[in-house]
C-alpha cells in the first residue's frame, strides 16, 4: 500500500471548517483513501473514503485531488468533540494488511 | 449487526508475567482481523494480522504472538511480559474481498510493572 503523509499537529476554531491534507504520492490505480479519526483512549472510527470522485456524507467531506497525489478532509462545523487523531490510509482492494500512519492531532479550540 | 469484543479494558502486570489478551467479533464471517499497539503519544503499530484460521502474519519482531483457534476470534499472547510492551492495544476486523472499513474494539490498556 502508498505510504501518506499527514501533518502532525492541527488546531482549528470552533464552528469553522477543519480542513486536513494528506499527501499520497506513490497511491497506485486501484487504491483508495480512508479516513479515520481516534478520539482519546478509544479505538479508531471510520469516517470515510474514495477512489477518485469526490465523496461526502454525514460526517465529513473528502477532496481528492485529479492527479490522485494527494486529499483533504473537510469537517465542514467542527464542534469540541471533533477533537481527535485523524489518520489517512491508502489501501487496495482485497488487501490484507492495514497500516496507519502518525495521523494528525487535531484539536478544536473554543 | 456486526459487533467486536475486546477485553480486558485495562490489566497491570507485572514483569515476567504471562499475557493473554481476547477478540471476538460477531455477525460476520470469514474476516481479516488485526492486532495493534499504539505507544503513549503515538499511532498505531500493526502487530499482527489473520486472513483465516491459523493464519498470522506477524510484522514486527517483539516479545509478543498471535493466534486464531477459530474463525471470529483472535488472541494476542506473551509468554513473559517486558517493560517495554505497554500500551494500548487494539483489534480490530474487516470484511476479505470488496472495499470496507475496519472496525475497531475499544482496546486494552497494558500496563507492566
Known amino acids: 500500500d502508498a505510504k501518506t503523509t499527514q501533518p502532525t499537529s492541527m488546531d482549528c476554531a470552533e464552528g469553522r471548517a477543519a480542513n486536513l491534507p494528506c499527501n499520497h504520492s506513490?497511491?497506485?490505480?486501484?487504491?483508495?483513501v480512508y479516513w479515520y479519526r481516534q478520539i482519546h483512549s478509544q479505538g479508531p472510527q471510520y469516517i470515510i473514503h474514495?477512489?477518485?470522485n469526490n465523496e461526502t456524507n454525514e460526517m465529513a467531506s473528502l477532496i481528492i485531488t485529479e492527479d490522485r497525489k494527494s486529499s483533504t478532509l473537510i469537517l465542514p462545523h467542527a464542534t469540541l468533540r471533533d477533537t481527535a487523531v485523524y489518520y489517512c490510509?491508502?489501501?487496495?482492494?482485497?488487501?490484507?494488511?492495514?497500516?496507519f500512519g502518525q495521523g494528525t492531532r487535531l484539536t478544536i479550540n473554543p | 449487526s456486526q459487533t467486536i469484543h475486546q477485553w480486558p479494558a485495562t490489566l497491570v502486570q507485572p514483569v515476567g508475567s504471562p499475557l493473554s489478551l481476547e477478540c471476538t467479533v460477531e455477525?460476520?464471517?470469514?474476516?481479516?482481523l488485526y492486532w495493534y499497539r499504539q505507544a503513549a503519544g503515538r499511532g498505531l503499530q500493526l502487530l499482527f494480522y489473520?486472513?483465516?484460521?491459523?493464519?498470522i502474519s506477524s510484522e514486527v519482531p517483539q516479545n509478543l504472538s498471535a493466534s486464531r483457534p477459530q474463525d471470529r476470534q483472535f488472541i494476542l499472547s506473551s509468554k513473559k511480559l517486558l517493560l517495554s510492551d505497554s500500551g494500548f492495544y487494539l483489534c480490530?476486523?474487516?470484511?476479505?474481498?470488496?472495499?470496507?472499513?475496519?472496525?475497531f474494539g475499544q482496546g486494552t490498556r497494558l500496563t507492566v510493572v
Open positions: 480490530a476486523w474487516r470484511s476479505q474481498g470488496w472495499v470496507t472499513e475496519a472496525f
Open positions: 506513490t497511491i497506485s490505480g486501484n487504491e483508495y
Open positions: 474514495g477512489l477518485k
Open positions: 490510509i491508502v489501501t487496495s482492494q482485497g488487501a490484507q494488511k492495514l497500516v
Open positions: 455477525g460476520t464471517s470469514n474476516p481479516n
Open positions: 489473520s486472513v483465516g484460521i491459523g493464519q
